[in-house]
């Protein structure tokens, strides 16, 4: 009876014992994504719950990492990417301290002081790239000073949440450095009419601005429409972001940031169409881009897309 009870009890722990493989090994490949990740040079010690990505309209990556502290679960570390590897934002949560403290990517150049690092991505598939560089704690005033922490890491991404793409993404690029998506449209009323700006900033700190369109593009017949710096409608603004890193976490243009171009060529409507059931308008831009009369960019035949 004795030996029969000491056999029981010995199948009674392999069992357990398997059953403990099998979720050790079920908790490995229900959890494929994978984080490392340093803040000023100490690595993390914050209760990592999740770590997600999901990839968008053929564009974009998104990396968000949360975790746990004191009962409550909310983001640790959010990044965006394009699916070639250019930083679009970072956005990261202080936790150690007894309040939480938001630090972000520099506004309009996040790669100043960011950099991404070995990327690898085929779609839906895997992802994988290291990161490290500054983050800034958001500032309400000029006159405060930046405050920032370091942050590095590796990220390896295996499985991916599904994403379906339910907008158009509007772009313009002007050359082979100077790309822009989202660009957004500002409808605004004078005395008399209504007009139309459209407006976007590359991740490498350039702004443009078609300024005060009388009409809106999918409204105007196809044709050529040339402009000068002296003009103050139908015109095309252009500058370049010279000021130092630091995150407002707006979009909102400081002037001293900038250096703001005299502008002089034209803009081409060249094509109404249909897209996905949004009427969808091209355009093609040429013009030059002076400073102090020395001409420093000079833009041939760069898509604008648009949709309505």
């Not at 991505?121 to 922490?149: A, Y």
Request: with cysteine; glycine share 4%; hydrophobic share 35%.
């Amino acid at each position: 009876m004795k030996k029969t009870l000491i056999l029981l009890i010995f199948i009674l722990n392999i069992s357990c014992s398997n059953d403990s493989i099998k979720d050790e090994n079920s908790s490995i490949i229900e959890s494929p994504n994978k984080i490392s990740l340093k803040i000023n040079g100490l690595s993390t010690t914050e209760d990592i719950s999740e770590i997600s990505s999901f990839f968008s309209c053929d564009r974009d990556l998104n990396v968000t990492v949360t975790s746990k502290k004191n009962f409550v679960t909310d983001d640790l570390i959010v990044m965006n990417l394009t699916k070639e590897g250019t930083l679009k934002s970072v956005y990261f949560v202080d936790k150690s301290g007894h309040s939480r403290q938001d630090y972000y990517s520099p506004d309009f150049i996040p790669s100043s002081t960011i950099t991404i690092s070995e990327f690898e991505f085929i779609d839906n598939t895997k992802l994988k790239f290291k990161f490290s560089g500054q983050v800034f704690k958001k500032k309400h005033s000029l006159l405060e000073p930046n405050e920032t922490i370091t942050i590095e890491g590796t990220v390896q991404i295996k499985k991916f949440i599904n994403s379906q793409c339910n907008t158009f993404v509007n772009y313009m690029t002007l050359n082979n450095d100077i790309k822009l998506s989202n660009i957004s449209r500002i409808n605004q009323n004078d005395q008399q009419n209504s007009i139309v700006s459209y407006e976007g900033t590359s991740l490498n700190g350039y702004n443009i601005v078609l300024k005060n369109i009388k009409q809106n593009l999918l409204e105007m017949p196809l044709g050529t429409y040339s402009f000068s710096n002296k003009m103050t409608n139908d015109k095309i603004e252009f500058r370049k972001y010279i000021g130092i890193p630091k995150s407002f976490s707006t979009t909102i243009l400081i002037p001293t940031d900038w250096t703001l171009y005299e502008t002089q060529g034209s803009f081409t409507i060249t094509e109404k169409t249909t897209i996905n059931g949004l009427q969808v308008v091209k355009l093609k831009l040429n013009f030059t881009a002076t400073k102090n009369g020395t001409v420093e960019y000079k833009f041939t035949n760069s898509d604008f897309i648009t949709a309505y």
